[in-house]
């Protein structure tokens, strides 16, 4: 029988499959990898339901993972699947997740913000050497954003906030392009609501912000794009530099949407989001003083993996 395990992440925006093969040594070797733009919290995030428009399209992301699942062998209890933030949050969230498990078989696990933190932290580390310096990990979705203050040993501080991208989008009504009063909104409230990371990066004085997850790779994918720099689609970091992102957010703020959807390198479905996403990782640059930036392209669902590889290597 073949050594596989799976894991399932339900993000806000994206539903992402991952098969791996277990190797003796706790590592693990990526086979099969698929992600589903399903954008479970679109229109509704802010008001705590998934619609039931979202719930058929989660419904047929599932089934379509299951049946590779089936066809990869996979064992059941070799599977994991989380829900997050848009989960987490919405009223019929469990149901939804109830759902799932009637029609395809799969488990959903809905975890809370703080454990989603921490199987970031491990996905992270697998991919990149953080080595005895402090960073700040930095993980941006569609509901939530994940801080982790750590260095290769230990996580020292981390947290959960509810001001992903969809979510800043719809609260704020941000307009496009983005005005000089939606920037100042939103400054304001980063610096309201992230109070408690403001208070640990001064104790942990991080010296670099990792990236991880969607918003990060597609800043990483229009840098390529600009540097003409190529990088293999399995790579576990990726590049950008601190002077292209500024670049980056600055062509973002001016252009339209159309516009920003012909930049090479940009997706649909990260048109939008990522200009309050952009400014967010503007603020944390800023305000906290960090001068470098590394992306990793491991997050949440290659965490997960690590868990796994050393419960059935």
């Known amino acids: 029988m073949s050594n596989y395990v799976a894991t399932i992440d339900l ?10 093969e277990i190797q003796p040594n706790r590592d693990f070797h990526l086979i ?18 998934i619609t039931p428009e979202a719930e058929e399209r989660a419904l047929a ?14 064992p059941s209890e070799r599977v994991r699947c989380t829900a997050t933030s848009a989960f987490r949050n919405a009223n019929n969230g469990q149901e939804l ?12 696990d809905i975890i809370p ?10 996905g992270v ?18 509901g939530s954003v994940e801080f982790i203050l750590c260095n290769q040993d230990q996580v020292f501080w981390k947290q959960s906030f509810e001001i992903g991208a969809q979510r800043l989008l719809d ?6 392009p983005i005005t000089d009063s939606n920037v100042d909104a939103l400054q304001n409230y980063f610096s309201e609501t992230l109070v408690s990371l403001a208070t640990a990066v001064e104790q942990y004085q991080p010296e670099t912000l990792i990236g991880a997850s969607g918003t990060f790779d597609t800043l990483s994918e229009i840098y390529q794009h600009r540097s003409n720099t190529e990088v293999k689609e399995s790579a576990p970091e990726l590049p950008l530099t601190p002077d292209a992102f500024k670049q980056m957010l600055q062509d973002f703020s001016q252009m339209n949407r159309a516009q920003r959807l012909e930049i090479p390198g940009m997706i649909e479905m990260r048109v939008d989001m990522i200009v309050p996403a952009s400014w967010l990782v503007q603020f944390v640059l800023e305000t906290y003083q960090i001068h470098s930036i590394r992306i ?18």
């Open 11 to 20: 993000g806000t925006n994206t539903f992402h499959l991952l098969i791996a």
């Open 32 to 49: 099969y990898r698929e992600r589903i733009p399903v954008m479970i919290g679109r229109g509704s995030i802010n008001q705590g339901f």
């Open 61 to 74: 992301a599932l089934t379509h993972f299951r049946s590779k699942l089936t066809s990869y062998q996979v």
């Open 97 to 108: 997740a109830d759902k799932i498990k009637r029609t395809t078989g799969i488990t959903v």
């Open 113 to 122: 913000g703080d454990q989603e933190a921490e199987y970031i932290y491990y």
């Open 125 to 142: 580390r697998h991919a990149i050497s953080l080595s005895t310096e402090n960073s700040l990990i930095m993980d941006i979705g569609g």
């Open 171 to 176: 609260r704020f009504d941000i307009q496009d």
């Open 296 to 313: 990793s392209s491991y997050a949440l669902k290659e965490g997960l993996v690590t868990q796994l590889a050393k419960r059935f290597s």
